[in-house]
């Protein structure tokens, strides 16, 4: 039987147990997780490519972590379109790295929209209006002259006036209505250059391959640090249960001790069996007496003997052991 409790664990073997665990556990689902793939387009391949050295901060154990690569490989179709792809998009970023030279001194100069957009209203006026107006003067002029209405009379320099009027009212329309649509026009060609070579610098990124997520399941971590405590406290409890135990044999044997001397001699004992001993160390026995079927506890004679002749009497040829005598130095 113990005769003290046991060890608790200690706290860095503990550590160091459930970190191993941790990162073995962390290690092989990595395994899992790497899995090499093969596709029409192309196949992805997982390689360990060396290792790198961590250590516990606590318990200063060092572990050996692997280190992986992933390569990629396209079908030899999916290789050569992406040659070409990015020799055409080569080609699309440096036509904007030159074009994008002259954006320096063009942006520097500020568009004005008032005048870009009165210039573009004479333009349309000039297109549109002038020879409209033009025809129908004409036709006007003629209708007068048929009329019987002289240059310089009163009912021509009317008709003039009015037709006059009228043009200008189309003209005002005009620089009313087509402002917005002459500022528009205006930025539209102001921000063409600026377009050509966004577009042309969007056109030379490289496109990322894309990668498979395989559905792997992962390993859960052992719970060692649980398992070792677990263990410890079911020791002590059995510990705890032995020692009570103990304590009652003993009370026993003060009992026993009470009642005077009593046979020991180990030649009248069978089945014997150790199952402890007291405070001072003198080994403690279950026992039969030879043709009893009944089970006794006690000391052995011969043992007391050994460490006190005095507490051990002989009669008839049995040894008897003075309980109260030999367990003195254990009360």
Excluded at 63 to 78: H, K, M, N, R
Excluded at 168 to 182: E, I, K, T
Aim: hydrophobic fraction near 30%; avoid cysteine.
């Amino acid at each position: 039987m113990p005769s003290s409790p046991p060890d608790p664990p200690d706290p860095k073997q503990t550590s160091a147990a459930q970190t191993g665990t941790s990162v073995s556990t962390a290690i092989a689902n990595a395994m899992l997780g790497n899995v090499n793939q093969n596709t029409p387009d192309g196949s992805l391949n997982y390689s360990q490519s060396g290792t790198y050295k961590f250590t516990d901060p606590y318990t200063k154990q060092t572990y050996d972590v692997p280190t992986f690569t992933a390569t990629q490989t396209l079908s030899p179709i999916g290789q050569a379109t992406k040659d070409q792809t990015q020799a055409a998009q080569l080609n699309l970023g440096k036509i904007a790295n030159n074009q994008s030279a002259f954006l320096n001194d063009y942006l520097g100069k500020p568009v004005d929209l008032n005048t870009a957009t009165e210039d573009k209203i004479d333009q349309l006026g000039a297109a549109r209006l002038d020879p409209q107006f033009a025809n129908a003067q004409e036709a006007l002029q003629t209708k007068l002259a048929n009329s019987g209405i002289r240059i310089g009379s009163p009912a021509y320099a009317t008709a003039m006036q009015q037709f006059g009027q009228q043009k200008n009212d189309a003209y005002n329309s005009l620089y009313l209505n087509g402002r917005a649509q002459g500022a528009q026009e205006a930025l539209a060609q102001r921000n063409q250059p600026i377009n050509e070579i966004t577009a042309l610098l969007s056109g030379s990124q490289v496109s990322q391959p894309s990668f498979i997520n395989a559905n792997e399941p992962t390993i859960p971590t052992t719970d060692n640090a649980g398992i070792i405590n677990q263990n410890y406290n079911q020791k002590l409890q059995a510990w705890q249960q032995s020692n009570a135990g103990m304590q009652s044999i003993l009370g026993g044997l003060f009992g026993l001790g009470s009642a005077g001397i009593m046979a020991s001699d180990k030649r009248v004992k069978e089945d014997i069996h150790e199952v402890g001993e007291t405070k001072d160390g003198q080994p403690i026995y279950t026992y039969r007496y030879k043709g009893s079927p009944m089970m006794q506890m006690g000391l052995m004679a011969q043992d007391v003997e050994k460490r006190d002749p005095s507490a051990v009497v002989e009669v008839g040829g049995v040894k008897m052991v003075n309980y109260p005598k030999a367990l003195e130095r254990a009360s």
